[in-house]
């Protein structure tokens, strides 16, 4: 099967800077597309940003110009980085990868287990 394990989350003031990582293991064949969700309390989840395999970006309206997708095609790995945390960053933030186990699979969505970011003073 496939696993997505997500790090970097945590606590910092407004204003301040935090980098996610998740990165994918198991029977992969190919990672079509890898993105960041979150979900604050009492909300529904949200996509933050999205990365294809040619690394084309697309990120939420709430957060362009202050947060950055990557990704490491070699590493099955993603990243986002972000700047200029308000205190409305504050979620969950959940990996999320659409990956093929083989040539003729359809692919299938994966989550990461969520990382907790808080943004307060």
Not at 53 to 73: L, M
Not at 104 to 118: L, R
Request: hydrophobic share 35%; charged share 15%.
């Amino acid at each position: 099967q496939v696993q997505l394990v997500e790090s970097g989350g945590g606590s910092v003031q407004p204003g301040g800077s935090l980098r996610l990582s998740c990165t994918a293991s198991g029977n992969i064949f190919s990672i079509y597309i890898m993105g960041w969700y979150r979900q604050a309390p009492g909300k529904q989840r949200e996509l933050v940003a999205m990365i294809d395999g040619s690394k084309n970006a697309n990120y939420a309206d709430p957060v362009k110009g202050r947060f950055t997708i990557s990704r490491d095609n070699a590493k099955n790995a993603v990243y986002l980085q972000m700047n200029s945390l308000k205190f409305e960053d504050t979620a969950v933030y959940y990996c999320n990868a659409l990956i093929g186990m083989s040539i003729s699979a359809s692919p299938d969505d994966y989550w990461g287990q969520g990382t907790q970011v808080t943004v307060s003073s």
